[in-house]
């Protein structure tokens, strides 16, 4: 950037000796140059929002002074003010998101760039919890331990906001490691990704699932149960190989059965990709090829091999799931041409983004008993 810097000196100082000095040209070129820097660099103004289980309040993230960014809430049943009640502005990290956990509590993420002690830069993210006055900061993602043989660059995975039965309650994913045992014996002797039932208001915290050395990632439905996990391959030698196994649960069942043999509308598949399970329908929504371009399928958890092709195109990949709420339901897919487009599954969201027009796309959208709070980006 400062080479580029210094280009731009050079140019305008040669372009100066040969231009009439001080043209009226010459200025408005420059101002047009000031205009389009300063909105090629502007951040959006609402990076994140989220609205409350009842409607009543709404969380967003904005672009705040400088690299800053700045928790913003408004009480719609009270007097509506915006009321600001938390500020990062540290260079290396950003407020990436915050989601209503209750009524009265937020969970955030916080994603930055830190150094290890060679030197090497390493990404992290860690999550908090906050009240919605800005009050009662509570760390949910574990303190790493001085026995514990490395570092833990994540702080954990929301696998599911709601749990049923379990106010105040989510779902979050653990990085278990190993701790040196020399001279105690309450050091770790666990490794791997585990899932932990966290309350949101005390912090306090209890084993979901164990953690499986394997395991990469875990998928949960709509009512917090855990679903589908899945584990890593390896070759003889011990080598990640970029291959998975998927595992899946059926309702209200603890015992882990192979997601295979699938086949989407008649024909054998090899791949089949899951990222959303619907606990109504009983199926996971994933990614395959199909003509060799990625699509969108849905696999019944009770019989594979009855899963079809949800929605495909013979010119670009479907390489994006669109969903919405607190529960996180699947409403439609999207996909890159010369610009990103949404097909919607959803008939009054399609209907919405019609009506909002063709260069706006609805991002995410916030849904409580009450009210709906639709995020659309529009160019």
Known sequence: MKFFGRALCVVSCLASSIAVPGSAQD???????????????ARSSVLDISL??????????????????????VDLAGPGSVKQIAKNTEVTSDLSWCRWATDERL??????????????????????????????????????????FGFNQSGGSVVAFDVAGEDGRILLTKTYLKENSTGTRLANEKE??????????????????Q??????????????????????????????????????????????????????????????????????????FGFTSVGGFTALAEVPLSNPRAGKVVFARDDVDVDGLIRIGRQRRVVGASYATEKRS?????????TLARALGRRCRISRSSISPALALTKASCW
């Open 27 to 41: 200025e408005a070129a420059e101002v047009e140059a000031e205009d389009v820097a300063a909105r090629f660099g």
């Open 107 to 148: 969970v955030c993420q916080v994603d930055g760039m830190g150094k290890a002690p060679d030197g090497t830069l390493i990404g992290f993210d860690r999550m908090f919890a906050i009240d919605y006055d800005g009050t009662e900061i509570e760390s949910l993602s574990e303190r790493r331990s001085l026995r514990a």
């Open 211 to 284: 953690p499986d050395d394997g395991a990469m990632r875990y998928i949960a439905d709509e009512l917090g149960e855990v679903r589908i996990k899945a584990r890593a391959k390896y070759d003889l030698n011990g080598m990640l190989t970029g291959d998975y196994y998927y595992y899946f649960r059926a309702p209200d069942s603890r015992h882990w059965q192979e997601l295979a043999d699938i086949s989407l509308d008649g024909k054998p598949v090899e791949g089949f990709l899951p990222v959303a399970v619907d606990a109504a329908r009983n199926s996971a």
């Open 192 to 209: 791997g990704l585990g899932v932990d039932q966290i309350d949101v208001n005390t912090g306090r915290r209890r084993v979901e699932e």
């Open 52 to 73: 409350s289980p009842s409607g009543t309040k709404v969380a967003w993230v904005a672009a705040g002074p400088e690299h800053s960014e700045v928790l913003n809430v």
């Open 342 to 350: 949404v097909a919607y599954f959803d008939d009054e969201l399609a």
